[in-house]
């Protein structure tokens, strides 16, 4: 039997699993985990860490990518490259100090967020303001058909509550959890929905997509009232507000964690078969084997049981109609 190398146990033995929460120029800094390795401990400052040379050669394969080819990556504004090491990855650290240490391995991403560059994110937080600017029904479906692609879990928020109807305000939220969405109606100001909100955040990382000037900086505000974040103003003119991302950081939130700062302003291009779109739409997704024909659009086919659906008033107009309009977009692509 061969006898154990007691340099590499030794090495092994001191290795730290955490959680990468902030990045700096080349130092990344690190939160051990707790005591059952699935979260990271918010009690001492964290690990500040540079990443192993031979790391930085490592080309992860990122999860959702693998099917594309680089004219559709170029198509869906993917950066070049992807850094070996981003915030929100579990990482190897070997620790060189009390306080510092160098980042060895990291763990296959769950999921990865382009914009910003945020890695294992499992909820996605896509606010919408009800007033000022007005949401769009498309809008609003193409931002979570893009979030159902990424395989990462969708909540709705309808902030700006305190400006419109109590009757108003829930057609929105009443319509959406009709499609099998947790929405909440929220408002910065008054601090309404803030703990259903909270709750609903309480594992894992999240991160607030949303058009800008929907308030997504001004709720990260309220979790976070020391927060630096410069909100975006909506224009008098166009009606949008103006993108004001940064970078992102980590930060802690009822034993989950937070990007301190707002995602994507506008939805990614959905790159996915035609036939496999219906399977983004959750009111659709159950009911998918039902249809006379396997290869139903949904569209204008006989026996089709989303286009039943809708005539029965189970599935909403709008969101079908929002269907439509993202199937022909996504045929027109001809990406497949």
């Not at 763990?107 to 303001?129: D, G, I, K």
């Not at 000022?132 to 809008?139: C, E, I």
């Not at 959406?176 to 803030?194: E, W």
Request: net charge positive.
């Amino acid at each position: 039997m061969a006898e154990a190398n007691p340099e590499s146990t030794d090495q092994n033995a001191k290795m730290v699993r955490g959680l990468v929460v902030r990045a700096y120029s080349s130092f990344y800094y690190v939160r051990p985990t707790g005591g059952d390795h699935s979260s990271a401990s918010c009690d001492d400052p964290p690990l500040e860490c540079r990443v192993r040379g031979r790391l930085k050669q490592c080309n992860q394969k990122e999860a959702g990518t693998e099917r594309l080819r680089p004219w559709q990556r170029r198509w869906l504004r993917e950066p070049p490259s992807i850094p070996p090491v981003v915030v929100g990855d579990w990482v190897q650290v070997e620790p060189l100090g009390a306080r510092t240490g160098v980042i060895v391995a990291v763990e296959q991403r769950r999921s990865l967020l382009l914009r910003p560059l945020l890695a294992n994110v499992e909820t996605l937080v896509v606010v919408f303001a009800l007033v000022s600017p007005d949401p769009s029904p498309l809008l609003v479906d193409r931002f979570l058909v893009t979030v159902e692609k990424s395989g990462i879990r969708p909540i709705v928020v309808f902030n700006k509550a305190d400006l419109v109807s109590e009757d108003q305000c829930q057609r929105w939220v009443q319509a959406y959890r009709a499609a099998g969405y947790p929405v909440v109606a929220t408002s910065a100001c008054t601090g309404q929905g803030l703990s259903e909100l909270a709750a609903l955040l309480s594992g894992g990382i999240s991160a607030f997509a949303g058009p800008s000037g929907v308030g997504k900086s001004a709720l990260l505000k309220r979790f976070f009232p020391g927060l630096d974040l410069a909100s975006g103003e909506v224009s008098a003119k166009t009606g949008r507000g103006r993108h004001t991302t940064r970078y992102a950081q980590l930060l802690p939130l009822g034993g989950g964690w937070v990007a301190d700062t707002p995602g994507f302003s506008t939805p990614l291009p959905v790159a996915v078969e035609p036939a496999r779109l219906a399977q983004l739409f959750p009111e659709m997704r159950v009911l998918l084997g039902q249809c006379r024909f396997s290869g139903c659009l949904h569209r204008r086919e006989p026996g089709c049981a989303v286009r039943a659906a809708v005539d029965a008033g189970k599935i909403l107009p709008a969101r079908y109609d929002s269907y439509l309009r993202i199937l022909e977009e996504v045929e027109a692509q001809a990406l497949w």
